[in-house]
């Protein structure tokens, strides 16, 4: 979660599922496989030392025999379970990602006859991860019984070379005889959890290594921000009398943007100015970089060049200040499986909750009277991802939750392009309401949503050119 935005953008949710339970899971367990392999080699090499100086000759070569088991062992474990850890790997992320296209789409699932297709395609992946699993296993397990088997033989032979071949008379030789049957015992399961930890841990390999990654990113991240949340540095700044809010405008001066790996610029060398109070629109093509200038202003995307101030204030230094004074509304609202009124104060703990808040921010994206009139009022739960209520009714929550924190400036992002025009005309006539209130930026797909703005600019070629409402609207703009 302290990764930066552009680090979401890349990454597939599955992979990020797998590597918070699987794979750190995994690093936890190879910790513990380390620890054991420490303590077994110990003993083992303790119990070595004894039967040195019970007798040298029998020793070496149970020892060099054991030893040569284990090399061999190990290197069949370094070329054999590490891959199969990393194909392993795979499969547990498509194994996530076909559960969370199957179960987010269960509606068109369900409507199209579809199951079998996804339960087939995540079966394929299980089977597979499944195979993986077993051959590791095998190969953590059969070492075991080959080396009781070669420890019983060293042991013959070593009896067979003394007997044959030494000086010592029978009655010295049966107490060192017992003392290396007792050793042998002790050894044989010691030697075998050597090789079962070896395996374990080569399994674990890919997920130790993804693992360590992710936490020098983390080390890295925290050394640049400091060791504290947003929230966390936002309550500091307040209590040190940095509680700024916005009073003036906004200026976005030549600012350049292009997303990671690509070359060629989004956002190219752009000005805006944005005073306080205005409603301006953003319109433009699809793919002209609408969505790249609001997560910009949003805080999301640092740009590459150029300037973002809030009354000469630059905003990417003062991130926690600015995300206290600036609400988003997102095309498709997330609403988690729990009741409105937390869906609303979205992310505070429960405990912390204002309710005056709440209902203040419910009767500004006018809902207050719809959340009234049900059972549990703000404590009715929405369901996952809002499916209990309508479209308009979570685009409303969506508007709710922007304001709750009382913003300066709010940033739409297409918030109406996916409902129909009435319930389009109701939600923007709770966005409207605010016009008197709040510095708005809307991002614009039906041009329907923007009658009302102030300014009108066009993202064309990564600029922000100011458009009229009759080059835009035409004669809807003089009705």
């Known amino acids: ?114 199951e079998e297709y996804f339960i087939t395609s995540y079966q394929t992946y299980y089977k597979k991860y499944a195979k993986g699993l077993r051959i590791s296993r095998l190969l953590a397990a059969i070492p075991k019984y080959i080396v009781e088997m070669v420890s019983i033989s060293g042991l013959l032979i070593a009896i067979i070379i003394k007997i044959k071949y030494g000086r010592t008379d029978i009655i010295t030789f049966i107490p060192q005889l017992s003392a290396f049957a007792v050793a042998a015992f002790r050894l044989m399961p010691s030697v075998g959890r050597i090789n079962e930890h070896v395996t374990n841990i080569m399994y674990a390999v890919p997920s130790i290594e993804l693992v360590y990654h992710d936490l020098k990113d983390v080390e890295e991240q925290t050394a640049k921000t400091g060791n504290k949340t947003g929230r966390e540095k936002a309550d500091m700044a307040s209590a040190e009398g940095k509680n ?44 002209a970089g609408k969505t790249t200038m609001a997560d910009i202003i949003l805080g999301l995307l640092p740009p590459q060049y150029g300037r973002v101030k809030a009354d000469g204030m630059d905003i990417f230094k003062n991130m926690e200040l600015w995300h206290k004074n600036i609400g988003y509304i997102p095309q498709t609202i997330y609403l988690s499986d729990d009741t409105i009124r937390n869906n609303v104060a979205f992310g505070v703990y429960e405990e912390e909750i204002d309710n005056d808040s709440v209902i203040e921010a419910l009767k500004k994206a006018q809902l207050y009277e719809f959340v009234e009139g049900l059972c549990d009022g703000v404590d009715t739960v929405v369901g996952d991802r809002g499916v209990r209520l309508s479209g308009g009714q979570r685009q409303r929550i969506g508007i709710a939750r922007a304001l709750y924190h009382d913003p300066e400036i709010l940033v739409l992002d297409e918030a109406t392009s996916a409902l129909d025009s009435e319930t389009e005309a109701a939600v923007m006539a709770a ?49």
């Open 1 to 114: 979660m302290s990764e930066p935005y552009t680090f979401h953008l890349n990454k597939n949710i599955s992979v990020l599922q797998r590597s918070m339970q699987e794979d750190a899971n995994l690093f936890a367990t190879a910790v513990i496989h380390f620890m054991e392999l420490i303590i077994e080699i110990t003993v083992c090499i303790a119990i070595g030392i004894s039967l040195f100086y019970i007798s040298q000759s029998m020793t070496v070569i149970i020892v060099s025999l054991l030893i040569i088991c284990i090399g061999i062992f190990t290197a069949i474990s370094k070329k054999f379970a590490k891959g199969f850890g990393r194909e392993c790997q795979g499969y547990k992320a498509k194994i996530y990602q076909w559960m969370n296209q199957a179960l987010g789409g269960i509606k068109e699932v369900k409507v199209l006859n579809r």
């Open 431 to 479: 966005v409207d309401s605010l016009r008197t209130e709040k510095t708005m930026i809307i991002i614009a797909h039906r041009l329907t949503t923007i009658q009302n703005a102030d300014l009108i600019f066009e993202i064309v070629n990564g600029k922000a050119e100011m458009r009229t409402k009759e080059q835009v609207l035409g004669n809807e703009s003089r009705k």
């Open 244 to 287: 700024w809010e916005f009073k003036k405008e906004l200026e976005i001066k030549k600012i350049c943007y292009h997303y990671p790996e690509v070359e060629e610029n989004v956002i190219n060398y752009a000005d805006l100015k944005i005073q306080k109070g205005q409603t301006i629109a953003l319109i433009g093509e699809s793919g």
